[in-house]
């Protein structure tokens, strides 16, 4: 096993374990955290026209707004529906950029989705840390209205 081998697996398990100790707010900030990330180095690739490396991230991005998506609890939360329609309308938008390979697009879902990070950051910064379990997303009334 050579060293860069040996290194990449350490990190692929230290990120796996930060993934299933995490908390839920935590979860949904790492998610919108690398959602961000897949939509900027999806810009790039495509200003570079690296379709190849484009088209992964773009897909990639649209499988956590699908995730997003699909744990947005309705019953709980009043915005939840608005919210459902902007990720409706952002997946639309980054299956777009990737057939016409448009820049342009993928900066509208940048801006579009930014926002939404910092604003759950900072949720999740509210939520308090001790007594915060899994189970706790799931109830009526869970912490940020995802389960």
């Known amino acids: 096993m050579s ?4 290194m990449a697996a350490k990190r692929a398990e230290y990120a796996r374990n930060a993934v299933l100790s ?3 707010a935590r979860l949904l900030t790492m998610l ?3 959602l961000l990330l897949d939509l900027s180095r999806a810009e790039a690739a495509q200003l570079a026209a690296n379709w190849p490396v484009a088209s992964e991230n773009l897909v990639h991005a649209q499988a956590i707004v699908s995730e997003l998506t ?3 609890r309705t019953d709980v939360w009043d ?4 919210l459902k329609a902007l990720y409706a309308y952002s997946l639309t938008t980054m299956m777009d950029a990737n057939i016409h390979r448009s820049p342009e697009r993928t900066r509208e879902c940048i ?5 939404l990070r910092l604003a ?3 949720a999740a910064a509210q939520v308090p840390v001790q007594g915060a379990t899994p189970s706790a997303a799931m109830t ?3 912490t940020l209205g995802v389960g």
């Open 3 to 6: 060293l860069t081998y040996g």
């Open 22 to 24: 995490a908390t839920p």
């Open 32 to 34: 919108y955290d690398r």
């Open 140 to 142: 009526p009334g869970g």
């Open 111 to 115: 801006d579009l989705l930014e926002p």
């Open 120 to 122: 759950w950051h900072e």
């Open 70 to 72: 699909g744990t947005l």
């Open 79 to 82: 915005g939840a529906e608005n």
